[in-house]
């Protein structure tokens, strides 16, 4: 119990962290409502509110790439630590600014925390905790994610936009006092060569069990191997790099396309980004943006305020859903919620475009099933996301890579969510309005389809598993080759 308390403390750093981004997303509505109701010195065109709204995602990409240096050369604690200042400066720049390049700053400062922390929230829980609770603490992600989009709503409909923002402000300054107190990652310690002390962060995490001590004796092993594999050609691209640049260049590259080509690092790295494309396409972001247009689509209403009450249905499931996730991802394997829950996610949008083109046919008429009908789907479909694609979506971001390729492939992977995000926020619009929300709906059960039919292929089960018989998994790696070399002896014996 004493190790869960310590593994939760640290992991609520990076809970708060994401809590506060939730608070990010949630606070331009109140932003917005607040300056275009109330007036003052401060006039918002629709051009400064879109800008204002996506200056988040452009710098996003920014943060993916500066983030695995930070990790790389600072550490995680560190590097954690550093993602938190902008985001804190961010909410002071709101309380302080009052024109439109001000708010612009405030949002590009969040945008860089958001794309600083996205590779090194799953990772820091990865590391710190675990298999048995890993899913779990990756999980409360999505409920912090809910949770801080509600509260920056619910202190908005109360307080002025500046309170607001001061209030928001404790979520980075807690976080920043919680991350102070954690000890470094055991992982890059090892990383680092640093054994002595890697044995007694992990312990303080993880306790003097024989299984744990096990684990950790494994990972110092393994990262012993890894430097001696690499030992020679290290040393002589330190030797040719300071009169043969070129050299040194073809020979990095070299090395990258080397790493680009082991099956512990490509599969995951595959999986990874099938499972950020259909946390978004799934409608991760489209359903809180667009929520109002595909309710009176789907439900065949005319006003937003005809879809009220159904969209704080959809709205309260989401968060319920959140908090079910956890205690099932405790409990279940990984794949079997994965692809219980994209098949229903796939079913339940197809169902839905079906059902609203026979609408449209006038194939169904009955008042009563066409009011009950597609909002059950929209239940459905709703609990069926949020069961498993949007939890997930952290978890296996967060397990699937090794510990020498962690940094480059949760970056790289990551570095696609923010091309999806704009990608399909952008053409939301454009495929209701051409084709209709049930022919968009279409498109995107078949998008994940896709994902779905190429994690099954290549993502191993990894509940309850260290990451380094994951990272075998990817090798398909059954026995260590000591093991094996031992059994055939014997065999030979025996014979």
């Known amino acids: 119990m004493r190790t869960f308390i310590k593994q939760a403390f640290v992991v609520s750093g990076a809970a708060l962290n994401i809590a506060g981004h939730g608070c990010a997303h949630g606070y331009p509505a109140v932003l917005f409502a607040q300056i275009k109701t109330d007036g003052g010195p401060v006039t918002l065109t629709d051009h400064d509110t879109s800008w204002i709204a996506s200056a988040v995602g452009a710098m996003g990409i920014v943060g993916n790439f500066i983030s695995?240096?930070?990790?790389?050369?600072?550490?995680?604690?560190?590097?954690?630590?550093?993602?938190?200042?902008?985001?804190?400066?961010?909410?002071?720049?709101?309380?302080?600014?009052?024109?439109?390049?001000?708010?612009?700053?405030?949002?590009?400062?969040?945008?860089?925390a958001l794309g600083l922390r996205t590779p090194l929230a799953a990772i820091l829980v990865a590391e710190y905790t675990e298999p048995k609770y890993r899913g779990a603490f990756l999980g409360t992600f999505a409920v912090s994610l809910g949770l801080g989009i509600m509260l920056s709503h619910v202190w908005g409909a109360h307080l002025t936009w500046k309170m607001t923002a001061v209030v928001c402000s404790a979520f980075p300054l807690v976080a920043m006092a919680i991350i102070s107190l954690s000890p470094e990652s055991p992982s890059w310690l090892i990383s680092k060569g640093r054994p002595d002390e890697a044995r007694k962060?992990?312990?303080?995490?993880?306790?003097?069990?024989?299984?744990?001590?096990?684990?950790l004796e494994s990972m110092i092993r393994n990262n012993e191997r890894q430097k001696e594999n690499s030992y020679k050609g290290s040393e002589r691209r330190i030797r040719f790099r300071w009169y043969d640049f070129f050299d040194s260049l073809a020979k990095t590259l070299?090395?990258?396309?080397?790493?680009?080509?082991?099956?512990?690092?490509?599969?995951?790295?595959?999986?990874a980004i099938c499972m950020l494309l259909a946390f978004e396409f799934g409608g991760a972001h489209m359903i809180p943006a667009y929520g109002n247009l595909i309710l009176q689509s789907v439900l065949n209403k005319a006003d937003p305020n005809d879809v009220a009450w159904q969209f704080t249905v959809i709205d309260m499931l989401r968060t319920v859903c959140a908090l079910v996730a956890i205690f099932l991802l405790k409990s279940c394997k990984r794949r079997t919620i994965l692809f219980a829950s994209g098949i229903m996610t796939v079913l339940s949008l197809t169902l839905i475009s079906i059902f609203v083109y026979l609408r449209k046919a006038e194939v169904v008429t009955n008042s009563v099933l066409l009011d009950s009908v597609p909002m059950c789907l929209m239940v459905i479909y709703t609990v069926s996301f949020c069961l498993g694609l949007?939890?997930?979506?952290?978890?296996?971001?967060?397990?699937?890579?090794?510990?020498?390729?962690?940094?480059?492939?949760?970056?790289?992977?990551?570095?696609?969510?923010?091309?999806?995000?704009?990608l399909s926020m952008k053409t939301a619009p454009h495929l209701y309005?051409?084709?209709?929300?049930?022919?968009?709906?279409l498109v995107y059960s078949g998008t994940l389809t896709v994902c779905l039919l190429i994690m099954y292929s290549l993502l191993p089960e990894t509940k309850d598993k260290t990451l380094q018989e994951i990272e075998d998994s990817f090798k398909n790696k059954r026995e260590d080759p000591d093991t094996q070399l031992s059994l055939i002896k014997t065999n030979l014996e025996a014979n």
Do not use: D
């Open 68 to 112: 695995p240096v930070l990790m790389t050369r600072f550490g995680r604690q560190k590097a954690h630590l550093l993602c938190t200042v902008p985001a804190l400066l961010g909410w002071i720049v709101f309380v302080l600014g009052n024109s439109v390049p001000a708010f612009l700053f405030a949002r590009i400062l969040h945008g860089l």
């Open 201 to 215: 962060a992990f312990r303080w995490l993880r306790g003097e069990g024989e299984t744990q001590n096990e684990e």
């Open 254 to 271: 070299k090395a990258v396309l080397k790493i680009f080509k082991k099956r512990e690092f490509f599969k995951p790295m595959i999986v």
């Open 390 to 422: 949007v939890p997930l979506n952290w978890v296996i971001c967060g397990e699937v890579f090794p510990l020498a390729y962690r940094s480059l492939g949760s970056t790289i992977s990551t570095s696609f969510l923010t091309p999806a995000f704009v």
């Open 433 to 441: 309005s051409s084709i209709g929300v049930e022919g968009a709906f």
